[in-house]
């Protein structure tokens, strides 16, 4: 459920699943090359540009007092 909650997130940004899609070919790819360092590396990449359009969009979408008190919370 947490990761269906992240992808839409993630997904959010227009271009985003053009992007995706182009990323995880380059681990497809690499798999079928043999290439397991090469699949963990894009493995890796994806994960993190998946991570930062979900931050990206959740940070956009919450109104800036709240982010602001929920860092002085820390």
């Known amino acids: ?7 839409s997130r993630s997904m959010a940004f227009k271009g985003r699943a053009k992007i995706s899609l182009r990323e995880m070919r380059a681990i ?18 994806h994960v993190d540009q998946a991570r930062l359009s979900a931050k990206r969009h959740y940070e956009e979408s ?10 002085t919370a820390r």
């Not at 459920?1 to 992808?7: K, M």
């Not at 497809?28 to 990449?45: F, H, M, S, Y």
């Open 62 to 71: 919450v109104p800036v007092r709240l982010l602001r008190s929920s860092r």
């Open 1 to 7: 459920a947490r990761v269906s909650f992240l992808r």
């Open 28 to 45: 497809l790819l690499a798999i079928k090359a043999g290439d397991a360092r090469g699949a963990q590396k894009a493995a890796e990449l």
